[in-house]
Each structure stands twice: as structure tokens, then as C-alpha cells.
């Protein structure tokens, strides 16, 4: 496996039990667009679009026109970023610390555990989720709809690809509307943190002034 990691071996029984946790499976048709976390291009121009959802996580393939070619659906309850290996995709696990790579039939060809250091992380950070990757002459930058899905959001609904003219072509959208649901289940997820916090503090407070009396 070709990969800015540094990575050491897994065992067999361990390979095996981490495949039938994740299940994964080829998709020939293409599923509803969702914002998505990373993604990758290699040098024939593929572009690979990691998203999901809390059920079931997405990649998927285009080509430089955005025309769907194939992808992935698989079990993951924990972040992921991808990146080509020429025409192999490997699939980098933050939480498990596991690098799998995969052809373009969903077949498995290699696992590797990923070292915790310190020049890992930055690569994870650097490489694998960054929102501008170039190749060749072309730029690819990640970018979200509205500004709201900035503020509330690090996934992104939209994949631009720059040519060396300037020129702008749209290769992803997941959509506005998509975002904005994304933006309202956010914020409705910080209100209600926010209402228990305010809750569990006028609760202190009144049992503190209860005990005084």
C-alpha cells in the first residue's frame, strides 16, 4: 500500500474481523448526493467523494465530468478519510487507526494499522482532509453552498474543479437544500445541548437557594 502514513502490520484474525465489521459492498448506481467530509483525485482524473450519514457511509467515484463511475456503501460509526493509491482507493479509519485498500470491484487488498505520531496526525490533517487538492494543472477546492453551512458544519456540498485558464467546473453538489437540512439538524442539535445546560444550572441554583433557607 502507497501511503504518506506510517504503517505497521495487522494480523489475519484481525483483518478479517474488522472486514466483516465494516461490510462493505459495491454500488453500481449512484445514491442520493450528500455533503461529504473528504476527497481524493488521481492522475486519470477520478475523483473520489467520502460522505454519509450515521446509518450507513458513502464513497463514491466520478470522473472528471461527474459522471458517476462506481463506489462503496459501509458500516462506520467513526470518521474516515480516502485517498487514491493510482486506481486502488485506500480508506483511512481516524478512530480504529486502519488503512484498507480496495479495487473497483469493492475486493480488499490490503490492511494496515496506521502508527500514532505525531507526523501521522499532521498528514491526516494536511493531506487527507484537505479542501484544496491539485493535480496536474487542475485545482479541486471543497466549498459549501451558503454561508450557514460554514458556521455549523465541516462537511462541504460542493466539489469545483479550477482548470490552468481559471475556468470553474462544478463536478459535485450535493445541493442547497440538503445543506440547509444539515444546518437545521446542527443547530437543533446544539439547542438542545445548550437547553440541558441551562436546565441542570437553574436547577444548582435553586436547590443552592433552597439549602440556604
Given at each position: 500500500m502507497?501511503?504518506?502514513f506510517?504503517?505497521d502490520d495487522?494480523?489475519?484474525?484481525?483483518?478479517?474481523q474488522?472486514?466483516s465489521n465494516?461490510?462493505l459492498s459495491?454500488?453500481?448506481n449512484?445514491?442520493p448526493k450528500?455533503?461529504f467530509?473528504?476527497?481524493d483525485?488521481?492522475e486519470?482524473?477520478?475523483?473520489?467523494?467520502?460522505?454519509?450519514?450515521s446509518e450507513?457511509?458513502y464513497?463514491t467515484?466520478y470522473?472528471?465530468n461527474?459522471?458517476f463511475?462506481?463506489?462503496?456503501?459501509?458500516?462506520?460509526?467513526?470518521?474516515?478519510?480516502?485517498?487514491w493509491?493510482?486506481?486502488?482507493?485506500?480508506i483511512?479509519?481516524?478512530?480504529?487507526?486502519?488503512?484498507?485498500?480496495?479495487?473497483?470491484?469493492?475486493?480488499?487488498?490490503e490492511?494496515?494499522?496506521i502508527?500514532?505520531?505525531?507526523?501521522?496526525n499532521?498528514?491526516?490533517?494536511?493531506?487527507?482532509f484537505?479542501?484544496?487538492?491539485k493535480v496536474?494543472?487542475h485545482?479541486?477546492?471543497a466549498?459549501?453552498?451558503?454561508?450557514?453551512m460554514s458556521?455549523?458544519?465541516?462537511d462541504?456540498?460542493k466539489?469545483i474543479?479550477i482548470?490552468?485558464?481559471?475556468?470553474?467546473?462544478?463536478v459535485?453538489?450535493?445541493?442547497?437544500e440538503?445543506?440547509?437540512?444539515r444546518?437545521?439538524?446542527?443547530?437543533?442539535?446544539v439547542l438542545?445541548?445548550?437547553?440541558i445546560?441551562?436546565?441542570?444550572i437553574?436547577?444548582?441554583?435553586?436547590k443552592?437557594?433552597?439549602?440556604?433557607?
Open positions: 502507497n501511503t504518506g506510517t504503517i495487522v494480523s489475519i484474525k484481525e483483518q478479517q474488522f472486514l465494516i461490510s459495491l454500488l453500481t449512484e445514491p450528500k455533503t467530509a473528504c476527497f483525485v488521481n486519470n482524473g477520478l475523483i473520489a467523494i467520502a460522505s454519509g450519514n450507513k457511509e464513497i467515484v470522473d472528471r461527474g459522471i463511475q462506481f463506489g462503496y456503501s459501509f458500516n462506520c460509526h467513526q470518521s474516515f478519510g480516502i485517498q493509491d493510482k486506481n486502488l482507493l485506500n483511512y479509519f481516524v478512530r480504529s487507526d486502519i488503512a484498507a485498500s480496495f479495487d473497483y470491484l469493492g475486493k480488499n487488498i490492511i494496515y494499522r502508527d500514532d505520531t505525531i507526523d501521522n499532521a498528514y491526516w490533517n494536511n493531506i487527507v484537505a479542501k484544496e487538492k496536474f494543472n485545482k479541486y477546492c466549498k459549501n453552498s451558503n454561508i450557514f458556521l455549523f458544519s465541516s462541504f456540498s466539489l474543479d482548470d490552468n485558464n481559471g475556468d470553474v467546473t462544478v459535485y453538489d450535493a445541493g442547497s440538503y445543506s440547509i437540512h444546518v437545521i439538524v446542527y443547530t437543533s442539535g438542545f445541548v445548550v437547553s445546560i441551562v436546565i441542570i437553574l436547577q444548582y441554583r435553586k443552592k437557594k433552597e439549602s440556604k433557607s
